[in-house]
């Protein structure tokens, strides 16, 4: 019998995770990722973080970008930005177009993000059951410290996260429901797993889906997750500014707090060892190893850790 895994993902340090987690064998791997980072732009649905797994794990991401697809051009944003005489601050290139196209083409026909993510995991080969944690828009808003609010991906991509900010919501989160096969699969799980993503705006707002919260914490599986901190930073990306936002320090033992009871094991970097007597002491069962994904087999040892946790 395969050991049955959900996954909760954002963007890269998920899709890593999940390279890793792949190879390992007689695994059945549910995914559930964040819609937060999910933006409108030039009447186009974008879905960064659904995306982003998808295009790695079809192995047709740009790996030194760190997002989109490789072999890029960037013809249809040149034009754009002729037509509109301005630059554009969300690069787009046109590989990733053809995706925003068909994705808002069957939104507009009535289809659900779900169904549209297992067309597009069909047609790239993907054998994981990759689900969006919901099919209703919602995204994530940045409260800054002068009041205004902006939208996630204007205050990370245009601004570098570098406008103050006091704390994120998730619009659209209250009346938003999980995609169909969400709750299921934590329901059923043998093991539930937060791979290195971002607390705050990636897996933090997964579990501002109502009702997904709730399921782990009922689910009969064992949660294990992976730092994203090493020492005082991330390992690439802005997760500090996150928390930072919200008086939060950044470091392994800061981000288990954060998880708090959702947590029952928790993998910090070795390098970070000294922290494991502070984490074990908030009843969460600590242990530390390289937790660099350096390739797709360092990230399957940090995964096969992981997992042995729990087991
Ligand atoms: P995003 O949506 O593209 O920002 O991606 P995620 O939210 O899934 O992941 C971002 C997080 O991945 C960052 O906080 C990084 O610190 C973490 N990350 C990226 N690469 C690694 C790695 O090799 N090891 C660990 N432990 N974390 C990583
Ligand atoms: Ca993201």
């Known amino acids: 019998m395969p050991i049955k895994v959900v996954a909760l993902a954002g963007g890269?340090?998920?899709?890593?995770?999940?390279?890793?987690?792949?190879?390992?064998?007689?695994?059945e791997i549910s995914v559930i990722i964040n819609n937060g980072d999910d933006i409108n732009m030039h009447g186009l649905r974008i879905c960064p973080d659904l995306d982003s797994v998808?295009?790695?794990?079809?192995?047709?991401?740009?790996?030194?970008?760190?997002w989109g697809r490789k072999d890029e051009t960037w013809v249809v944003q040149q034009q754009l930005a002729h037509?509109?005489?301005?630059?554009?601050?969300?690069?787009?290139?046109?590989?990733?177009?053809?995706?925003?196209?068909?994705r808002t083409n069957l939104l507009n026909n009535g289809i659900?993000?779900?169904?549209?993510?297992?067309?597009?995991?069909?047609?790239?080969?993907?054998?994981?059951?990759?689900?969006p944690a919901t099919n209703d828009f919602v995204q994530t808003q940045v409260q800054l410290t002068d009041g205004q609010q902006i939208h996630f991906q204007e205050w990370w991509v245009k601004h570098r996260a570098a406008l103050?900010?006091?704390?994120?919501?998730?619009?659209?989160?209250?009346?938003?429901?999980?995609?169909?096969?969400?709750?299921?699969?934590?329901?059923?799980?043998?093991?539930?797993?937060?791979?290195?993503?971002?607390?705050?705006?990636?897996?933090?707002?997964?579990?501002?889906?109502?009702?997904?919260r709730a399921a782990i914490m009922a689910a009969s599986a064992p949660v294990v997750g992976v730092s994203p901190i090493i020492g005082g930073n991330p390992v690439l990306g802005m997760a500090d500014k996150c928390l930072t936002a919200l008086g939060l320090e950044t470091s392994a033992t800061s981000?288990?707090?954060?998880?708090?009871?959702?947590?029952?094991?928790?993998?910090?970097?070795?390098?970070?060892?000294?922290q494991v007597s502070a984490?074990?002491?908030?009843?969460?069962?600590?242990?530390?190893?390289?937790?660099?994904?350096?390739?797709?087999?360092?990230?399957?040892?940090?995964a096969m850790r992981a997992i042995g946790m729990t087991r």
Request: aromatic content about 6%.
């Open 12 to 27: 890269i340090g998920g899709a890593r995770f999940l390279k890793g987690l792949r190879l390992i064998d007689d695994l």
């Open 54 to 66: 998808i295009y790695n794990l079809a192995g047709e991401s740009d790996l030194v970008r760190g």
């Open 83 to 102: 037509y509109l005489g301005e630059e554009q601050w969300f690069n787009l290139g046109d590989k990733d177009y053809a995706t925003h196209i068909y």
């Open 112 to 131: 659900e993000l779900s169904e549209i993510v297992k067309l597009q995991c069909a047609k790239w080969g993907i054998g994981l059951n990759l689900m």
């Open 164 to 212: 103050p900010a006091t704390g994120f919501e998730l619009i659209g989160a209250e009346t938003a429901k999980p995609a169909p096969g969400v709750l299921d699969a934590i329901a059923q799980a043998d093991l539930i797993i937060l791979p290195p993503s971002n607390p705050i705006v990636s897996i933090g707002m997964i579990l501002r889906i109502p009702g997904i």
């Open 255 to 274: 981000v288990a707090a954060q998880y708090g009871d959702l947590l029952d094991a928790w993998l910090i970097a070795d390098t970070d060892d000294e």
């Open 279 to 302: 984490i074990t002491n908030l009843g969460i069962k600590c242990e530390s190893a390289p937790l660099l994904m350096t390739d797709d087999q360092a990230a399957k040892e940090i």
